[in-house]
Nanobody
Framework: QVQLVESGGGLVQAGGSLRLSCAASGRTSGSYGMGWFRQAPGKGREVVAAINWSGGTTKYSNCVEGRFTISRDNAKKTMYLQMNSLKPEDTALYYC?????????????????WGQGTQVTVSS
């Protein structure tokens, strides 16, 4: 089992920044891709960004491209999401997820382990 714990969410004004972290523990041996997802009230879960094991390949949803940056530090078993120029429409519960294997993936069904989520609220 792999445990994922998100942190760094909060309330911020539009245009502000937040940095989310996702710490992995448990059976984390081997390579694994990771991703950030979010779910706003009344909406489905959507991918925000994904990253492969080495961190050399990343992918972003169109709505956050150029504003958010995903990264990871495998020595610390931690993934990050730097969120800049936040908008009210970024308000959601943000989840991190991991999957076995080197590659990244964009579909939520391809991820096995999920965190509990951290709330991000952007006021206008």
């Amino acid at each position: 089992q792999v445990q994922l714990v998100e942190s760094g969410g909060g309330l911020v004004q539009a245009g502000g920044s937040l940095r989310l972290s996702c710490a992995a523990s448990g059976r984390t041996s081997g390579s694994y891709g990771m991703g950030w997802f979010r779910q706003a009230p009344g909406k489905g879960r959507e991918v925000v960004a994904a990253i492969n094991w080495s961190g050399g390949t990343t992918k972003y949803s169109n709505c956050v491209e150029g504003r958010f940056t995903i990264s990871r530090d495998n020595a610390k078993k931690t993934m990050y999401l730097q969120m800049n120029s936040l908008k009210p429409e970024d308000t959601a519960l943000y989840y991190c997820a991991s999957r076995s294997g080197y590659a990244l993936a964009s579909g939520s069904g391809e991820y096995v382990y999920w965190g509990q989520g951290t709330q991000v609220t952007v006021s206008s």
